[in-house]
């Protein structure tokens, strides 16, 4: 894995065209405008010779999403061996095969529809993994987490291009590696999960960060992608935190500038850094500052 001289080894590209659209419109004055808007397009993902669902995505790195998908679903199992990942552009189909053989046909019948926008799943058994959890006891410092906010928040996004969009990024102490956007939060950890595997990546000592809510559906994935520790600019769900708290997750909402909340798994955190030092959240950087709506 090589990382870029920015420290990303994976960004985003505001500026592919493949990923926003030009479209003219009116303001709330009656002038007229053009603005860039957010691209979905439908992926078929099978999984061997099994249809298995049609995710709305904005069609960046298909073959991370359908194995992260198929990956957090358990349909892929940690110990499998992928042998090969096929996108047909002109289709929209990408196909996972495993040298195990899979039916799922049963377990496609019992899904459940989840918090998460665009339509996010998740089946019964994933329930299992929060009750057999075992993260490892690492640490998360204040100064990494102040770090690590401002250099996201300051990284050229489809967001602050076009809006419409959600991001995630898995980081190591201060340090961003992989940052993914899609128009479902769920969809874009999926991609994360999807590299990890391909690259054989350690979850022991990562820290996962997104900018949506902490819900259930955004606990139980980073569970099963064995993180310890999940941050979040954005707020929590009830159920998103009892569920960090059967599990031990650290959880983390609401950091924005200087602040955060902590709800689950506080024992990991360090609290090294001098407040006084650190900066609130620029407007120009906040992301709800943006001109663009969700």
Not at 8 to 21: F, S
Request: glycine share 8%; hydrophobic share 40%.
């Amino acid at each position: 894995m090589e990382s870029r001289r920015d420290g990303y080894i994976i960004r985003p590209d505001p500026h592919d065209p493949r990923l926003t659209a030009r479209v003219r419109g009116v303001d709330q004055a009656g002038a007229a405008i053009e603005t860039a808007v957010t691209v979905e397009r439908a992926l078929t993902i099978f999984l061997n010779g099994q249809e298995i669902v049609t995710a709305m995505t904005i069609g960046d790195y298909p073959e991370f999403l359908a194995l992260g998908y198929l990956l957090n679903q358990n349909m892929v199992r940690p110990d499998d061996v992928v042998t090969g990942i096929d996108f047909d552009d002109e289709l929209s189909v990408a196909v996972v095969r495993t040298e195990r053989a899979t039916d799922y046909e049963q377990k496609l019948k019992k899904k459940v529809q989840t918090s998460g926008c665009a339509q996010g799943t998740v089946f019964g058994d994933l329930m299992d993994v929060v009750e057999t959890a075992q993260l490892p006891p690492c640490e998360l410092r204040t100064s990494w987490l102040y770090a690590l906010t401002r250099e996201i928040n300051t990284t050229p996004s489809l967001y602050l291009q076009a809006g419409a969009i959600h991001g995630c990024v898995l980081a190591e102490q201060d340090r961003p590696l992989v940052y993914m956007e899609d128009v479902g939060r769920h969809n874009a950890v999926d991609k994360i999960a999807g590299w990890m595997f391909q690259h054989r990546v350690n979850a022991h000592d990562k820290i996962f960060y997104t900018t949506g809510r902490l819900t259930s559906e955004m606990v139980i994935k980073t569970v099963r992608m064995g993180i310890p520790i999940l941050v979040s600019r954005s707020g929590f769900t009830a159920w998103g935190v009892e569920l960090a708290r059967k599990a031990n997750l650290t959880l983390i909402g609401r950091a924005r500038g200087k602040r955060f909340v902590a709800l689950s798994g506080e024992d990991r955190v360090v609290f090294d850094q001098d407040l006084s030092f650190v900066e609130e959240e620029s407007a120009k950087h906040r992301r709800k500052a943006a001109v663009h709506e969700d």
